[in-house]
């Protein structure tokens, strides 16, 4: 009796938590609903404009707003209290206009508006575009990031962008409408390891960002600190001989932007196939650092990038 009284609780229990989830996720959903129907309706700059100050006005009362200003205080160690203030809120304002630039993105990537969005070939692009086998296209949070999907159009059906499910499936129909609209074929990253392999080996570009916090990674030096990394996606491309091509997105002035495709990285260190990723991990993480450093304001950095604890030698 006992034991079924205490499992009526916990079901009772589970089904109260389920059931704030629920609303919460309801909640969520018609807030971002509202949002980008209402930008929707706008022209792009307004929507942009409109998104900067809702960063600005919402972002630092949320509870990400400490991870935001830990991310920065160890990526700027030499900021003082009013640059590092400067900088998070140049951060709030990049994001409420990636928010609000969401539903001009399938625009911008198909061509619509194109004179928006400066496509540069730093010496990547043709590895991307001709490379016989597949290519691991590395992006990082920056800009609006979303709009480097106008790559496709020069990439054309061998470009796959990979993707994570949101945890809100309310917010998650929101994202698989949107995607429908986009001249890209997305891959869930579920089983991350299965779904890499399959489209390199299949010949394709993937696209992945790779610049925020993996649980589970290996430790990596990222602004001097050893940081959870992930190095499973570069030892595959390793491993499958797919160049590894660095894109970077940055927002030029309001709803402009370049995507510059930079040259493959290339590993000069010998050793097994672990070694040789945690070396191009390292390449990898001095490149998103030059990137975060010549636009600091516009790295979207709301999750926790950095231990509280720095732990390994982050080499």
Request: hydrophobic content about 45%; aromatic content about 8%; overall charge positive.
């Amino acid at each position: 009796m006992a034991h079924s009284l205490l499992f009526g609780r916990l079901v009772r229990r589970w089904r109260g938590l389920a059931a704030v989830d629920r609303t919460v996720w309801s909640i969520e959903a018609g807030l971002l609903r509202a949002v980008h129907g209402l930008a929707a309706g706008l022209p792009l700059d307004a929507a942009s404009a409109l998104g900067a100050r809702l960063g600005r006005a919402v972002g630092p009362r949320l509870h990400k707003q400490r991870h935001a200003r830990a991310n920065y205080a160890r990526a700027f160690p030499e900021a003082d209290g009013e640059r590092l203030a400067a900088l998070v809120e140049a951060m709030w304002a990049n994001a409420g206009r990636v928010l609000a630039e969401f539903p001009h993105v399938p625009a911008l990537a198909t061509g619509r508006l194109a004179d928006r969005v400066e496509i540069v070939d730093a010496g990547g692009l043709s590895v991307a575009r001709d490379h016989p086998g597949g290519v691991l296209m590395v992006g990082a949070h920056l800009g609006n990031w979303y709009v480097s999907l106008a790559l496709a159009r020069l990439l054309g059906e061998r470009h796959v962008a990979v993707f994570r499910e949101q945890t809100n499936p309310y917010v998650e129909r929101l994202f698989a409408a949107w995607r429908r609209r986009l001249p890209v074929r997305f891959a869930a990253v579920g089983g991350a390891g299965t779904v890499l392999a399959r489209e390199l080996r299949a010949g394709r570009r993937v696209g992945i960002l790779l610049d925020q916090r993996y649980d589970g990674g290996e430790p990596v030096s990222f602004f001097g600190t050893p940081a959870p990394t992930a190095t499973p996606p570069l030892r595959l491309a390793l491993r499958l001989g797919a160049p590894v091509v660095p894109v970077e997105t940055r927002r030029l002035k309001g709803a402009r932007f370049r995507v510059v495709v930079h040259p493959p990285l290339a590993v000069t260190e010998v050793g097994p196939p672990a070694v040789r990723a945690r070396a191009l991990a390292r390449l990898l993480n001095r490149t998103f650092e030059d990137w975060i450093r010549a636009a600091p304001g516009q790295w979207f950095c709301l999750k926790r990038r950095f231990p509280e604890t720095a732990k390994g030698d982050g080499r």
